[in-house]
C-alpha cells in the first residue's frame, strides 16, 4: 500500500497560575515583536546579574526609554515573575518555576525517547509520542519512530490528526478535564475519514468510558484505512496526562499480534510514567 502518512513502502531515505498570570501581562497593553524582545532582554540582562538591577541599569543596557521599561516591568512585578526590592528588578518566583518546566520538557523527551526504542525492540512497529494541542483540538506526533519492518506506518513527526478519531486522540481525549471534553464533544464534527470513523457522538462518548476505565485506546482502521493503533497513557507527577504512547501498524499484522503491541505499550507507558514521578 502506497499511502504517505499511512501504510507504505518505506523512502530511501504546566502550571495554570503561571499560564493566568502571562495572560495578565499580555492584558496589560503589552504586545508586539518590540515589546516581546524587550521583555526576553530584561530577563537575559537580570539572569545575568546575581544582585539585580535598577531601572536606570536596565535603561542603559538595553538602550530602551524607561517609560517603555516600566511598561514591561510592572506587570510583570504583579504576576511574579520578576520582583523589585529596594529599587532593583531581580527573577520572581514564576520565572523559575517556567524554567523548571522547559527543563523537566527537555528531560521528559529524552527519557521518553530512550523508552520508545526499547519498545521497538520487543514490537517492531512504529512508535509514536502524542500530546493533545488543545487550540487546534488536535493529537500531535511529537516523537516518531518509524518501524524498520518494510511494511509499515510512516507519519512524519509533527504531524496531526483529529481527537476524535485516531487511538492516541482519543486516548487523550479521554482523560482531559470533564468539562474540557464535554465542550469538545458538543461543537465538534465527526466527518468521518475512513468506514470504520465513529460518527456518532454517543458512540464515541462510551468509548471514551471504556479507554478511561481500562487504560488502553485501540483504533482499527478508523483514522486512516488499513492502518490500527494502540495507545496508552503517560501520566505526570500529578497524576495528570502528559502524552500518549502509541504503537501503530498494518492491521492486518494486528489481528495476528494486536495481545503484542497492547502489553508492550502499556508496560512501557507504565515506565514512562515512573520515570518521570508518578506514584500509583
Same mark, same amino acid.
Given at each position: 500500500?502506497?499511502?504517505?502518512?499511512?501504510?507504505?513502502?518505506?523512502?530511501?531515505?504546566?502550571?495554570?497560575?503561571?499560564?493566568?498570570?502571562?495572560?495578565?501581562?499580555?492584558?496589560?497593553? =503589552?504586545?508586539?515583536?518590540?515589546?516581546?524582545?524587550?521583555?526576553?532582554?530584561?530577563?537575559?540582562?537580570?539572569?545575568?546579574?546575581? !544582585?539585580?538591577?535598577?531601572?536606570?541599569?536596565?535603561?542603559?543596557?538595553?538602550?530602551?526609554?524607561?517609560?517603555?521599561?516600566?511598561?514591561?516591568?510592572?506587570?510583570? =512585578? =504583579?504576576?511574579?515573575?520578576?520582583?523589585?526590592?529596594?529599587?532593583?528588578?531581580?527573577?520572581?518566583?514564576?520565572?523559575? #518555576?517556567?524554567?523548571?518546566?522547559?527543563?523537566?520538557?527537555?528531560?521528559?523527551?529524552?527519557?521518553? *525517547?530512550?523508552?520508545?526504542?526499547?519498545?521497538?525492540?520487543?514490537?517492531?512497529?512504529?512508535?509514536?509520542? #502524542?500530546?493533545?494541542?488543545?487550540?487546534?483540538?488536535? $493529537?500531535?506526533?511529537?516523537?516518531?519512530?518509524?518501524?524498520?519492518?518494510?511494511?509499515?506506518?510512516?507519519?512524519?513527526?509533527?504531524?496531526? /490528526?483529529?481527537?476524535?478519531?485516531?487511538?492516541?486522540?482519543?486516548?487523550?481525549?479521554?482523560?482531559?478535564?470533564?468539562?474540557? *471534553?464535554?465542550?469538545?464533544?458538543?461543537?465538534?464534527?465527526?466527518?468521518?475519514?475512513?468506514?470504520?470513523?465513529? =460518527?456518532? $457522538?454517543?458512540?464515541?462518548?462510551?468509548?471514551? !468510558?471504556?479507554?478511561?476505565?481500562?487504560?488502553?485506546?485501540?483504533?482499527?482502521?478508523?483514522?486512516?484505512?488499513?492502518?490500527?493503533?494502540?495507545?496508552?497513557?503517560?501520566?505526570?507527577?500529578?497524576?495528570?496526562?502528559?502524552?500518549?504512547?502509541?504503537?501503530?501498524?498494518?492491521?492486518? /499484522?494486528?489481528?495476528?499480534?494486536? *495481545?503484542?503491541?497492547?502489553?508492550? $505499550?502499556?508496560?512501557?507507558?507504565?515506565?514512562?510514567?515512573?520515570?518521570?514521578?508518578?506514584?500509583?
Amino acid at each position: 500500500m502506497n499511502v504517505r502518512a499511512s501504510i507504505e513502502l518505506p523512502s530511501k531515505d504546566r502550571r495554570v497560575a503561571a499560564k493566568q498570570k502571562v495572560q495578565k501581562v499580555g492584558d496589560s497593553g =503589552v504586545g508586539g515583536p518590540r515589546s516581546l524582545q524587550r521583555m526576553l532582554g530584561i530577563f537575559d540582562q537580570i539572569a545575568r546579574s546575581p !544582585d539585580g538591577l535598577s531601572l536606570a541599569e536596565l535603561n542603559g543596557r538595553l538602550k530602551s526609554p524607561k517609560s517603555s521599561l516600566l511598561t514591561l516591568l510592572r506587570p510583570l =512585578v =504583579v504576576s511574579g515573575y520578576l520582583a523589585h526590592l529596594n529599587g532593583r528588578y531581580s527573577l520572581g518566583n514564576e520565572i523559575f #518555576a517556567l524554567a523548571t518546566n522547559i527543563i523537566s520538557a527537555r528531560k521528559f523527551g529524552a527519557v521518553v *525517547r530512550s523508552l520508545m526504542l526499547e519498545a521497538q525492540k520487543q514490537c517492531p512497529e512504529t512508535v509514536i509520542l #502524542a500530546v493533545v494541542d488543545h487550540a487546534a483540538q488536535t $493529537v500531535i506526533y511529537s516523537d516518531v519512530l518509524e518501524s524498520p519492518q518494510l511494511i509499515r506506518y510512516s507519519v512524519a513527526a509533527g504531524a496531526s /490528526r483529529p481527537l476524535f478519531t485516531s487511538a492516541a486522540g482519543q486516548l487523550l481525549l479521554a482523560y482531559q478535564d470533564e468539562k474540557w *471534553r464535554d465542550r469538545y464533544l458538543r461543537t465538534v464534527k465527526l466527518n468521518p475519514l475512513t468506514k470504520r470513523t465513529i =460518527v456518532d $457522538v454517543s458512540q464515541l462518548r462510551k468509548k471514551l !468510558d471504556l479507554i478511561r476505565r481500562t487504560g488502553l485506546s485501540i483504533s482499527i482502521s478508523e483514522a486512516i484505512e488499513g492502518a490500527t493503533g494502540a495507545a496508552a497513557p503517560i501520566f505526570g507527577s500529578d497524576g495528570s496526562v502528559l502524552a500518549a504512547l502509541l504503537i501503530a501498524g498494518p492491521t492486518e /499484522r494486528h489481528a495476528r499480534e494486536g *495481545r503484542k503491541w497492547s502489553e508492550v $505499550v502499556r508496560d512501557f507507558a507504565e515506565q514512562a510514567s515512573r520515570a518521570v514521578g508518578f506514584v500509583e
